[in-house]
């Protein structure tokens, strides 16, 4: 069976995944992830040094010779976050040296992109809200019918917001000036979509203090923030038991946007997605090049 490779390229880590597509699904055989933690190497002039270059194109080469080793053909790379700088071109030059097919993505194609790998988890999506809190950024996405109606990405995500205090004003101020600039947003939901990394520790941590999957209880993950935030040895315990090492200082940050989002669109519940950017990003490979077996 033909056989797919993925590398996405972030803020916080860079993840490669090997895909098999199995009755139409995206079905992952491999997945590496490396903790790199780029948007660190982006000074206040939105330059990456050459070391977070340097960084990014080592772990890339790492997985082609990986990739050779499977003699996996078809290799696609995006980059999210970490390509919205000034020396880009150099940034993309580099990673492409390493064989790959690379695809810097905007915010709203990442946004995009999240959506429609949500749609293989949830391909009955009807009208709503999805978010994924990244490393380096946020996507909100509007949908309506099954389809997305906004999607946009601000530049906040929970590497960034760990340099910042914990109860920062920021994430409320990003998330309501994102639905003043898009009306469809301007909304309440009382059930959102939540994608990614960053959501899925959340649903880790959360499932192994209360036994429920998937579907997350805003106000018992509230508690898990305060407990948190007040260094309860049994939750710190549960979390970094559940919680990788890499994401471990991230991952109060990131779940503080989360629940800024929840309050702010008065959201009771959230539903954990499996899949997203990664899946989404494979389905327009596999639809440009015609791909799929």
Wanted: charged share 25%.
């Amino acid at each position: 069976m033909t056989q797919y490779a993925i590398a996405d390229i972030g803020s916080n880590t860079i993840v490669l995944l090997v895909y098999e597509m199995v009755n139409h699904y995206p079905t992952p055989i491999l997945h590496i992830s490396t903790p790199t933690h780029l948007i660190d190497y982006v000074d206040g002039d939105r330059i990456m040094s050459k070391e977070g270059i340097l960084k990014a194109t080592e772990v890339l080469q790492s997985y082609a010779d990986k990739l050779d080793e499977m003699h996996v053909q078809y290799r696609f790379a995006d980059i999210t976050e970490p390509c919205r700088i000034q020396n880009k071109e150099e940034l993309g030059a580099s990673l492409q040296a390493t064989g790959w097919d690379i695809y810097p993505l905007s915010g709203h194609e990442e946004a995009l992109y999240d959506f429609l790998g949500t749609k293989y988890s949830y391909p009955t999506l009807n009208k709503g809200i999805a978010f994924d809190v990244g490393g380096g950024s946020t996507e909100l996405i509007s949908f309506e019918y099954g389809q997305p109606i906004d999607a946009m990405s601000f530049p906040l995500g929970c590497v960034r917001l760990r340099h910042l205090s914990i109860d920062t004003p920021e994430c409320a101020k990003q998330i309501l000036s994102a639905r003043t600039q898009y009306p469809s947003l301007n909304t309440t939901c009382e059930e959102l979509i939540g994608i990614g990394g960053t959501m899925r520790a959340a649903g880790k941590v959360y499932q192994a203090l209360f036994q429920e999957k998937l579907v997350i209880e805003v106000n018992k993950l509230q508690d898990v923030f305060d407990k948190l935030c007040m260094h309860d040895p049994i939750f710190e315990e549960t979390m970094k038991a559940n919680v990788d090492p890499s994401r471990q200082p991230v991952f109060l940050p990131g779940l503080h946007m989360i629940l800024e989002i929840a309050r702010i669109y008065h959201a009771k519940r959230i539903l954990i997605s499996k899949t997203g950017i990664r899946e989404g990003f494979l389905k327009i490979r596999l639809e440009e090049k015609k791909l799929e077996n």
